[in-house]
């Protein structure tokens, strides 16, 4: 199932200089995207190689993320260069961006149209959050939780972190773009925790670090049957009473009601 890049839900990030099949994993893969990593996963002296592999592969015909080193980088530079010509970026996400300034050079490095996802990994990015999600090319940020808690010197904890993920749901809502992605969960016996509390703090995708991780996560930020069922019963009550609230808890309920059904459309669990 394809879905749209602004509600797909699990995004597995895949090392393009140790995948010994990377149409393999495209084709078997159940997550909503795939993200060819050229950052933290490969080192600096496989960065080239890594590179021509990801530009040869989506110029044959595939589609994926393409992850890009940070603007600081020596890196970037290529990077953006390599794939502006790259006919299967289905779009970037850039590494520790800490600015809308970085949004906009990597968009016209890229020529112009890319979506462009802004990974928040420092303090220094989250205090910017705002202007980086404002700006036009950010087509959703996600949430580099691992270097984040380096930068800051926190525990991976939700009550330390929740500030950090409250200010990117914030952020998004405020820019009206999609809803954030979450980091990974490293542990597999913890996705189902992990996915649950991306839920909750209002994000909207997670990032994966394998393929098996795609159920817990496509369930679990999915509207559920009796979510969708509600939504419905709601709809259809509201409608027979000829559109008139009973009170004012009414149209926040159908708001959200219809929040649910348009998702659920989207996502194909529900006929258009």
Known sequence: MTV?????????????????????????????????????????????????????????????WVRVNDASSDFWSADCRALAECRGVKGVVLAKTEGGNHMWDTANR???????????????????VHDIAAARPC?????????YTLDIG???????????????????????????IDGPTRDPEQLAEGVALTRQMGMTGKLALRSSDAETINTGLSPSESDISWAREFVEQFNARGGKP???????????????LEKARQLRLIPD
Do not use: M
Not at 246 to 260: E, H, M, V
């Open 4 to 64: 749209n890049s602004k509600v797909s839900r699990s995004w597995l990030l895949v090392n393009p200089s140790r995948e010994p099949d990377l149409g393999a994993v495209l084709a078997t893969t159940s997550c909503d995207e795939v993200i060819l990593d050229l950052e933290d996963a490969v080192a600096p002296d496989e960065k080239e190689a890594a590179r021509d592999r990801v530009v040869e592969f989506l110029n044959a015909g595939a589609q994926a």
């Open 110 to 128: 890229l020529g112009g149209e890319s979506p462009v996802i802004a990974l928040i990994e420092t303090a220094r990015g989250l205090a910017r």
């Open 139 to 147: 087509f959703r940020i996600a949430f580099g939780v691992n270097d």
């Open 154 to 180: 926190v525990e991976q904890d939700p009550l330390a972190l929740a500030y950090s993920r409250s200010q990117l749901v914030i952020a998004s809502r405020a820019a009206h773009i999609p809803g954030p």
């Open 246 to 260: 009973k009170d004012g808890s009414d149209l926040p309920r159908l708001n959200r009601a219809r929040i649910i």
